[in-house]
Nanobody, 121 residues
Framework: QLQASGGGLVQAGGSLRLSCAAS????????MGWSRQFPGKEREFVAV????????YYRDSVKGRFTISRDNAKNTVYLQMNSLKPEDTAIYYC????????????????WGQGTQVTVSS
């Protein structure tokens, strides 16, 4: 129901835009977010956005570089990633919560497949 795309290989300092298209239900009143997972480590939240886009949350390491946005008419959420660093290399996952806004990963019930982001130095 959540289809992420836009990952790839980019040089350090470059940009990528991830997209997550939702299907099967309308997520317009769901909080949505992006998380990432490094090899051998737990998944961590990167950014979340409230149902209407009015509130956002970013982990400290991506503040000022990543921007989350959504288009409810298209049932899609985006993650614009600028000034990418090798340490951003991970599998990125799209997720959704029935909460209108939440930065608590335990409140996210819907997860899409991941998209690989690789940043070379």
């Amino acid at each position: 129901q959540l289809q992420a795309s836009g990952g790839g290989l980019v040089q350090a300092g470059g940009s990528l835009r991830l997209s997550c298209a939702a299907s099967g239900r309308t997520f317009s009143r769901y909080a949505m977010g992006w998380s990432r997972q490094f090899p051998g480590k737990e998944r961590e939240f990167v950014a979340v956005i409230s149902w209407n886009g009015g509130s956002t949350y970013y982990r400290d390491s991506v503040k000022g570089r990543f921007t989350i946005s959504r288009d409810n008419a298209k049932n899609t959420v985006y993650l614009q990633m600028n000034s990418l660093k090798p340490e951003d290399t991970a599998i990125y996952y799209c997720t959704a919560s029935r909460k209108l806004f939440s930065s608590d990963v335990s409140e996210y019930e819907y997860w899409g497949q991941g998209t690989q982001v690789t940043v070379s130095s």
